[in-house]
């Protein structure tokens, strides 16, 4: 079957978690069959037409199948109409706050899951062109693959929102969004229209999180030497998304995390997601894997292209050291026994992306450059809207080359161990500052000098912050107080902040110049120097937490959340606020809040034993979330505080309260 274009049409019921829709399929036959399917799990179907005619059908919960004579060379339509409440793939966020600012539907569909929701094709080899209708309440923005062609009005409170696509797709790339969403334009050099959307309370973020966003696509286009195949770039964040971002034809979903004012881009920002995103675009939505087996051709691709759009914003030096960061994690994931080789589709994310970029780089190394770029837009010509295998990519980058290549896919994407030496004696050619550290490394292990002799002589010596920080961080609990002064005195603040992540202890001789590290523009810097001094002077603990007052931090709220526990366990600090400061504090377990931020705030109650029964119920809930990792961890919070004495009993008195999920889950937990 070739099936060649899908119009639907879907309405979201966001109280009952539920999804109503149709999707009509045009399909050609290629070969004489007697039945076709889609993928189509836990959907009720309503109707199944064949050509306008109403046919009979078998659905076993994960397909829906039609029995028919189909003749090669005929062309077909199907028209499903369904009902379905899935249990994953399409998430209903805010519904249940009472604050309608933070609704949101959002899907997540890669791997085999947009067929919880839209019968469609869970074999990434099968592509097709997705038309969208989706219908909702008035004042919601909707977000979705392809050009809005069409918004109108029906039954008074609800709208229609139309998008179109003009080239296929897997699948799996399908995606909408639902919410409160303002948004900014801009256009790329080549005149592609960019969306960047955003909720309206970070209006004042939009700037910082997107900086760069034009360049980017910009230097992408340039770099791969192959236009933008899509017919707009849209961007979202959503609120509670499972990874940093997903790469949906035309129409990125990201974290909300990643939304941040000026003061958090230094430490972290939306950059290298952005980038990463945006080259999937080429590598994995114009040109798909056959299979997990050629993962690398996803992943790998898009991370390499996301470190040379950082190389081309931040430099070289923050280039090299940054693939100096990924090649010490592969070392020493490889050096336990657990390299992998990028040919293992079961292989780990550290694998496909960082072993992926650093294939790329020494290939780049190997062939050239202009013969590597050449290989790439030849690789993505000739396999447009098509799928690919690793030797497909090979058979062209050794055509553009000239040259056999059988040995680099045996060392880099068939070994398994990552060859550390090599690419660290790349890195010191390509980078005099990393060529110095490992320089000074050696002198140090070889004991030529005191570590706090070396590191003063070359101090003044050295030119690169990435270098100093590196430094700092690897031996500055070695260096003597009349060197951290003068780093503290004089250095940026990112050597600055080296100095707060590094030391242990503070030295009382240390305590002035450390104090003036909560002033420094860093979020990451002010936590750690608020709970270093905090710990280390307690005399002066209201005067730190007088400082440290009314700062919020990173998005998921890391510097007040670090200031509420450290206020509420300061004995002598505004004993007749605390009430104030717990309730607070206790309020951001509540699911309307971030995951990362309810983390942090159970964690932080969990060590004061400051459950109560509202935070109680919220943790048991955060049990059931679809975030994984936020559920693992919330779960082992909850066993830590069971083993508490009656702290069962505490349990079972909230149960009626809890939700059907919540209580299944509670008997569960409490039978072990």
């Known amino acids: 079957m070739d099936f060649i274009k899908a119009d639907v049409s879907v309405e979201a019921f966001p109280e009952e978690k539920r999804i109503n829709g149709t999707v009509t399929y045009e399909f050609q036959v290629l070969k004489d069959v007697d039945s076709i399917f889609l993928d189509a799990v836990k959907i009720n179907f309503l109707s199944v037409l064949l050509d306008l005619e109403k046919v009979k059908f078998t659905n076993d919960g994960k397909t829906i199948s039609v029995k028919r004579k189909f003749k090669k060379g005929d062309s077909y339509s199907i028209k499903l109409e369904y009902t379905t409440k899935p249990k994953q793939t399409v998430y209903f966020l805010g519904w249940e706050d009472e604050n309608p600012s933070n609704n949101q539907i959002w899907t997540q569909g890669q791997g085999k899951y947009t067929s919880h929701w839209l019968p469609s094709f869970d074999d990434m080899n099968e592509k097709v062109e997705f038309d969208m209708r989706i219908t909702t309440k008035n004042g919601l923005s909707v977000f979705s693959n392809g050009k809005l062609v069409d918004k109108s009005s029906i039954d008074g409170n609800k709208e229609v929102w139309t998008f179109n696509m003009n080239k296929p797709m897997s699948s799996y ?132 292209y996301a470190y040379l759009a950082e190389k081309q914003i931040f430099g070289e030096e923050y280039f090299y050291w940054r693939l100096l960061e990924t090649a010490e994690a592969l070392n020493n994931f490889s050096g336990d026994g657990n390299g992998e080789a990028l040919t293992n589709s079961s292989a780990g994310s550290l694998t496909f992306y960082e072993k992926g970029a650093w294939a790329l780089v020494m290939l780049k190394e190997r062939v050239g450059e202009a013969n590597f770029k050449q290989g790439i837009q030849n690789y993505l010509s000739q396999y447009a809207h098509k799928n690919v295998t690793i030797s497909d990519f090979i ?107 590094s030391l242990e202890k503070t030295p009382l001789l240390l305590k002035e110049e450390f104090e003036s590290l909560l002033l420094d523009k860093s979020y990451r810097t002010m936590e750690a120097a608020l709970h270093r001094l905090w710990t280390d002077f307690p005399n002066n603990q209201k005067s730190y937490l007088d400082k440290a007052n009314n700062v919020i931090g990173f998005p998921n709220k890391n510097v007040r959340l670090l200031w509420l526990i450290l206020a509420l366990v300061s004995p002598e600090y505004n004993a007749e606020l605390k009430p104030k400061y717990y309730d607070e504090l206790s309020s951001y377990t509540s699911s309307e809040y971030h995951f990362e931020v309810r983390l942090l705030a159970f964690q932080y109650l969990k060590n004061i034993g400051g459950f109560n029964d509202k935070t109680l119920r919220n943790l048991v809930e955060a049990c059931s979330h679809h975030v994984w990792h936020f559920k693992k961890s919330s779960r082992n919070i909850l066993k830590e505080f069971l083993k508490g004495e009656g702290n069962i009993a505490r349990l079972k008195s909230i149960y009626p309260s809890l939700g059907q999920e919540q209580q299944q889950y509670l008997d569960k937990a409490l039978s072990k």
């Open 173 to 304: 790339l399908v995606a909408f969004a639902i919410g409160n969403f303002k948004k900014k334009s801009v256009t790329s050099s080549s005149q592609v229209p960019i969306e960047l959307y955003y909720e309206p309370k970070d209006s004042l973020k939009a700037e910082p999180t997107y900086r760069y966003t034009k360049e980017i696509f910009d230097f992408l286009e340039v770099e791969i030497g192959i236009p933008y195949p899509w017919q707009n770039y849209k961007q979202i964040p959503v609120q509670d998304f499972l990874y940093a971002g997903m790469e949906n034809t035309g129409a990125t979903i990201f974290s909300n995390t990643f939304m941040v004012d000026s003061m958090a881009f230094a430490d972290k920002n939306y950059v290298n997601v952005n980038a990463h995103e945006l080259a999937h675009q080429w590598f994995g939505n114009l040109v798909t894997e056959q299979s997990g087996d050629h993962h690398w051709l996803h992943e790998g691709f898009a991370t390499y």
């Open 395 to 501: 058979w062209e980058m050794e055509k553009a080359s000239g040259m056999k290549l059988s040995d680099f896919e045996e060392s880099w994407l068939q070994e398994s161990e990552f060859p550390f030496e090599k690419v660290k004696d790349f890195l010191i050619d390509k980078s005099t500052s990393i060529c110095t550290y490992f320089d000074i490394q050696n002198n140090i292990k070889k004991k030529t000098d005191s570590t706090k002799i070396i590191l003063t002589d070359k101090w003044d010596t050295l030119q690169s912050d990435d270098l100093k920080n590196r430094l700092i961080l690897d031996y500055g609990n070695e260096l003597s107080m009349d060197f951290l002064k003068k780093v503290l005195n004089e250095e940026s603040l990112k050597v600055r902040q080296a100095v707060a992540l």
